[in-house]
């Protein structure tokens, strides 16, 4: 099913815009399930097809309505499984797809508002809303890391977008440290856990 869809994506992307908007989201729903399965080649294609995609749309008609519609929500998605460490294999396609959605934003290809005017009536951007976004995601999923080493990680993500081996890099290390520190917190937990037994 993965491979069809994959692809589809990559020789027939015409047929997958006129699909109805909710059969559509069920083609999205499977594409996000796919580059999360815990089997590694199901992961890696899905993480392969959502890259297509989003290439494939560039400079199409359609492409504002889906970046409004779905960007966020793949964003969120590539995050939790970034910071999932059963997942870790496909860290060289998860940071291509990461690097390539935040130079959509940085190269301000996606011209539509991502977020909802109305509730954030003082963003400037969607660089500064996606920024935002992304921090605030991160702090959720580590909330032992302080808020200084989130935004530097984020602010390397527009910088190094262009640099698939460095922006790579950059993931693996935050990875790394964020682990490490939530490790440290748990071994914190443990210590105190034991001595008031």
Known sequence: FYLLLESINQHCFSALLQIPPDKFKLVMDSIVWAF??????????GLTTVLTLLQNLDGKDVSQSFYQTYFLNILQHIFSVVTDST???????????LAYMFSLVEQKKIAVALYNLEEHP???DNVAYV???TQD?????FPNLQEL???????GLYALNQDNAAFREHLR?????????????????TCKRSRSN
């Open 131 to 133: 920024k935002s976004y």
């Open 173 to 189: 290390d935050f990875i790394v440290r964020s682990r490490n520190a939530q490790e440290k917190t748990c071994q914190t937990c």
């Open 36 to 45: 999360k399965h815990t089997m590694r080649n199901v992961a890696d294609t």
């Open 87 to 97: 997942n870790a294999a496909q860290l060289s396609n998860q940071s291509k797809v």
């Open 122 to 124: 003082g963003e400037i």
């Open 137 to 141: 995601l991160l702090k959720k999923a």
């Open 149 to 155: 080493q989130v935004s530097v990680f984020v602010d």
